[in-house]
């Protein structure tokens, strides 16, 4: 999609280097860490959010490679929390889909 910042990640045509790829999906650091570790898994195809209705094999592979970037960055056994926020009131602020995994450090129980 054009003009679609996670797109132009995911192609390499912006950004660092990527922590994991594959044929369907991208990793990479946020650029605004809220955690020792947080690193953002997108999607190659562009979908704006759960509510586009994404298949359910991207969505499952999505979640093993959450554990596969977990286990990259050292925080498979300490623990680590995947997020993924849907429109405003989540505070979705970028509309690729993504999905957070933070870890690192003891993290906040809270939750909303
Ligand atoms: P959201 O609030 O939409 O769930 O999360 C968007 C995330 O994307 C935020 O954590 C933000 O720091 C991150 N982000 C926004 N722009 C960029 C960028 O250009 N590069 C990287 N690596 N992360 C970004
Ligand atoms: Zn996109």
Same mark, same amino acid.
Request: contains cysteine.
């Given at each position: ?30 650029? +605004? ?15 704006? $959010?759960? $509510? ?25 056994? +300490?623990?680590?929390?995947?997020v993924? $926020? $849907? ?13 957070h995994?933070i870890?690192?450090?003891?993290? +906040?129980?809270?939750?909303?």
């Amino acid at each position: 999609m054009q003009d679609c910042l996670f797109c132009k990640i995911a192609a390499g045509e912006i950004g660092g280097p990527h922590v994991y790829e594959d044929e369907m999906v991208v990793a990479f650091d946020d650029i +605004s860490p809220q955690a020792p570790v947080h690193t953002l898994i997108i999607p190659k195809q562009h979908c704006a $959010n759960l $509510n586009d209705e994404p298949d359910v094999a991207l969505l499952g592979h999505i979640l093993q490679v959450a554990h596969e970037v977990a286990r990259i960055k050292g925080i498979d056994q +300490s623990g680590y929390r995947v997020v993924q $926020n $849907n429109g405003p009131d989540a505070g979705q602020t970028v509309f690729h889909l993504h999905f957070h995994v933070i870890g690192g450090k003891e993290l +906040s129980l809270g939750m909303a």
